[in-house]
Each structure stands twice: as structure tokens, then as C-alpha cells.
């Protein structure tokens, strides 16, 4: 058996978490391969909306195994607030969520590095979700991280306290005082007592090797989804540097973040939206700072799941699109908001950049550090609302046009179309 990856294709909030939830009942596991806290995958279960941030988005399918895979980052604070929330709905993770003893811990002075250093950075900041993503993972390779393993160790407080130590002395040179500081509404000391409390939860959950795990799963035939967060565009090497994660969010990362080899590898489903949107700081080609600009943020409800902030919106990208689906080695594509642009007469397409005079049909190194004007081309919209479910051919005739000239642009097909939030708003050829 091949493990299948699906992933984001643009600057992260595909819509990947629903998709994930659509494809569940197709597989035997669903495994997370990178990212942490800072992930925000929402999923609209019968109306009702659930936004997971470190747990795999197949964790509602009670018969499936979901597992936090090595190169996940952890706060233990944060998941054991997203396993309260699985509690009042009904979901016991108890039973079906597996966490990789190599999995890296996002301690709370990880969250004060991360502050100190994006108000070092001033207006050059790079957007982060303050969630520690990026200190963790440059202890993780500076080698001084600690492990979800090692919770399990007599000397595990000692550790801690050590590493914590070590931050302090960094957090100084900012001229942060790390007791007088505040994390989530309460006092660093209070914070850290939870996480501590937090950790005693965690002991209670099947810690295991999940590179051993998903290798037997493998020899026994069991089908396997690789989840990932964020997107391609925020790759650490591929995307937009410096503004980017700190992971690898594309489909390579699947085999450092599971431990898998990329003979492995099956299908890739790429996932983007119609549009383009981006949170934070960087290059984004296409951002529409107009009215038109607002109504896609007002009609997708572009806020940010996890930091609640405004997302910047735009037309789709193709040079971009193309990029992350070569990376990728996408196999299947997931459209997802297509029913954000039910209300256009005409939606625009960006074909190629102009920089310095030059036209550019790539997403070269240089459109991250020069000025781009995008060149565009425009396609009637289907100014129709959307029936949920349903065959292909039924869509418009405008949206089946619209569809077309992205698949002959990229050379591949949709496979799935998501017409709304609801796991039933899903059109699947």
C-alpha cells in the first residue's frame, strides 16, 4: 500500500481540514507530518463548526486511527483545550488518537521567544501566530529540544527547567522580564502550571513510535492519509522566505514528518481555493486592497481560525498554483470556496507577472524580492447561487467553464469541488 498525502497548494486556509473529514471513511488512518498549533483546520459537522489545530481532521470518525506524527510541534496547554472541546461533542480521542513519542514540545517560554523576537522585528515582522512554532523548531535543530517521550522520564521536570533556563537568558537580551509577562489573559507562572497539568493529561494517551506504527500499517494493507498544514507557499525553503513556517509543508516533508520513504508516496491531493488569500506579512502577487477585495473577505469569512485576524484576498494565482503543483507532484486537485464567487459577473485570473519590464510566467526567486504587477485575464462568472452536492455537469455553465480553463492551465484535473463548509457542499467527479 502507498500512503496518500493531501495538502495546501497556496499561502494556507485551503479549506484542507474539511476535505481531510470528506476522505476519512476511504481510509484506515489519518496522520499528521508537520506544523503545530499554529494550523487551524476547520471542519462544519450538521451546522456545527469544530476547529482543530494539532489533532488530524479524521479525529470525528470514531473507528479511525488519528496520529500526531514526529514532525509535529506540541503544546500541551493548547491540545488538551482542543481534547476538552472533542469532550463536549462527544468524541473521546482517548480511543482513537496515537501520538509519536519524537513529536518536539512547544514549552511556554518557546511562546515568550516568539514575541520577543516579532517585536524585534518591527515593520519587517513576519506575521507569526505567536504559538512558539518558530523557536521550537530551532531548538529542534539546535539540538536542544525536548520530546513527548521524555514526559515519560524520571528527570523530565530537570530538562525542562534547563531549557527554560536557557530561553530565559535569551529572553533577557529583549529586556523581557519572563515572570512579569502574560500568556493567554493570565500570568506566565499560571500558564505554566496548566501546561505542566497538561502534561499529566498527555501521559494518559497512546504515546507511541509512529515511524514503527505506520511501517506495519503499510505491511498490513492499511489505507493512510498524511495531513498537512499550512501551505506550500509557506514552505521554509519553497515559500515566500522569510515570511514562511518553519516546516516543510510540502509533500517531501510527509516523509521526514512520518518517517516514511518517498517510494511510499501515493496520490497527492493538492487543495486551493478559487481565489487566493494570505495571513500575515509577505509577497502576495494578486491581493486586491479594493472593495472587491472585501467582499471576498466578507463573502468566505476570511478571518483567521486560529488568530482571528483578516485574511488578505485576491484572484487566483496560476504562476503560483503551477509552482506548488510541481513541488508537490500533486496528482488530484481539491477546489475548494467556490461558492465565495457566486455573486461576480466576472472574476479575474493572474496568467503572469510583469517585473522590470519583463513578463514572467514562473514564480521565480525574484518575485519575492522585486516589485510584480500582475497580468491578468478575465472569465465570466455564473452569478448563481450553488446547489449542495450533486453531479458535475449540473454546476453552471459558467463555473464548469471557469473550472476547465484552470485544469487546461495546469494541466490537471479537479476532482473535488467544495460548493460550502458542510461536509454534504462537496461535488466529487
Known sequence: MKIDVLLGLQWGDEGKGKIVDVLTPEYDIIARFQGGPNAGHTLEIGGDRH???????????????????????????????????????????????YISKRSHLILPTHRMLDAAYEQALGKGKIGS??????????????????????????????????????????????????????LDKMPFADYEKL????????????????????????????????????????????????????????????CSGLGVPPTAIGKVFGVFKAYCTRVGSGPFPTELMD????????????????????????????????????????TDLVMMKSDVLNSFEDIKVCTSYMIEGQQVSALTFETLYQEVNPL????????????SGGAFESLPTAMLDYISYIESAVELPIKILSTGPGREQTVCR
Open 129 to 182: 501566530t505567536l504559538k512558539g512554532i518558530g523557536p521550537c523548531y530551532t531548538d529542534k535543530t539546535a539540538r536542544y529540544g525536548l520530546r513527548i517521550g521524555e514526559i515519560l522520564s524520571a528527570d523530565f521536570k530537570d530538562k525542562y527547567m534547563a531549557l527554560k533556563e536557557r530561553h530565559k537568558r535569551i529572553l533577557e537580551s529583549y529586556d523581557f522580564d519572563l515572570e512579569a509577562q502574560v
Open 51 to 97: 476547529v482543530l489545530h494539532t489533532i488530524p481532521s479524521g479525529i470525528f470518525h470514531a473507528e479511525k486511527v488519528n496520529i500526531i506524527g514526529n514532525g509535529v510541534i506540541i503544546d500541551p496547554y493548547i491540545l488538551n483545550i482542543e481534547i476538552e472541546k472533542l469532550y463536549t461533542k462527544g468524541v473521546d480521542p482517548k480511543k482513537n488518537l
Open 376 to 387: 491578468y485575464i478575465s472569465r465570466p462568472g455564473w452569478n448563481s447561487e450553488l446547489q
Open 195 to 254: 501546561w505542566f497539568e497538561a502534561i499529566e493529561k498527555l501521559k494518559q494517551f497512546s504515546l507511541i513510535d509512529s515511524e514503527l506504527y505506520i511501517h506495519q500499517a503499510l505491511k498490513e494493507g492499511k489505507r493512510i492519509l498524511a495531513e498537512g498544514a499550512q501551505g506550500s507557499l509557506l514552505d521554509i525553503d519553497f515559500g515566500s522566505y522569510p515570511f514562511v513556517t518553519s516546516s516543510n509543508t510540502i509533500t517531501a516533508g510527509v
Open 291 to 330: 472593495e472587491t477585495g472585501e467582499t471576498i473577505r466578507q463573502n468566505g469569512h476570511e478571518f483567521g481560525s486560529t488568530t482571528g485576524r483578516p485574511r488578505r484576498c485576491g484572484w487566483l494565482d496560476l504562476p503560483a498554483l503551477k509552482y506548488a503543483i510541481m513541488l508537490n507532484g500533486v
